[in-house]
């Protein structure tokens, strides 16, 4: 177990609908990361949070938003969905905000299935 | 646009044999981070490498930065039917906050 908390786990929903992945980071960790792995584009670096500014970004469509909340859980919301936003999504935390300085922790993903 | 090679995408082999992943890049990174994914789970930091030419070993596992910092590798010995699994690797480039660059990914399978 990492720490990291992912909601839900599953999630099918259908084409042009809106959906909201939720969060939560290990105790004490500032910085929210946000992925999407798919079997065609590997895993994608989306977004970072930290301390409820962003940080860094990176291929996330315009469809696609975040935020980090004060009590430091995230959501990713994903609106107009089309089925090639089918996949795994991935939330990560860490204590401060370059990766390369310290461990970031995955939480177990959200699988979104768009039919 | 900053992309990382992994090589190769696919291995099997039998347990005890040796094997080496390579991850390449014509960018410069200020670390490398090497990750192993089981299905169903999320990625788990195996290392990070952050000074060109440093090499780090995790018991049969063993770590190299390149000294240009813009390759790394990965080495197991004597594989195990446990070490099974996706193996990632992930650059930080300069200057761009908490953004990773990962690799496609080599998919190990250690036959007993």
């Known amino acids: 177990d990492s720490g990291v908390t992912q909601t839900p786990k599953h999630l099918i929903t259908a084409t042009g609908q809106r959906v909201t992945l939720r969060c939560s980071p290990r105790?004490?960790?500032?910085?929210v990361y946000w992925y999407q792995q798919s079997l065609d584009q590997g895993l994608q670096f989306l977004i970072q949070?930290?301390?409820?500014?962003?940080?860094a970004k990176g291929n996330i469509l315009e469809r696609f938003s975040a935020q980090q909340f004060p009590d430091l859980h995230s959501e990713l919301n994903l609106s107009s969905l089309e089925l090639g936003d089918s996949a795994l999504y991935f939330c990560?935390?860490?204590?401060?905000?370059?990766?390369?300085?310290?461990?970031?922790?995955f939480g177990q993903g959200t699988r979104l299935t768009v039919v | 646009t900053q992309l990382l090679e992994q090589s190769p995408q696919f291995l099997s082999i039998q347990e005890g044999e040796n094997l080496t992943v390579y991850c390449n890049s014509s960018?410069?990174?200020?670390?490398l981070q090497w990750y192993r994914q089981e299905p169903g789970e999320g990625p788990v930091l195996l290392v990070t490498?952050?000074?060109?030419?440093e090499v780090k070993k995790l018991k049969r596992l063993t770590f190299q930065f390149g000294d240009a910092r813009k390759d790394s590798s990965l080495h197991i010995t004597a594989a195990q039917p446990g070490d099974t699994g996706l193996y990632l690797c992930?650059?930080?480039?300069?200057?761009?906050?908490?953004?990773?660059?990962f690799g496609q990914g080599t998919e190990l399978s250690v036959k007993p």
């Open positions: 990560a935390s860490s204590v401060d905000g370059h990766p390369g300085d310290t461990e970031a922790f």
């Open positions: 105790s004490g960790d500032l910085s």
């Open positions: 949070y930290y301390n409820g500014e962003e940080r």
């Open positions: 960018s410069v990174f200020s670390s």
């Open positions: 490498v952050v000074t060109g030419g």
């Open positions: 992930a650059g930080a480039p300069y200057n761009q906050g908490g953004k990773l660059i």
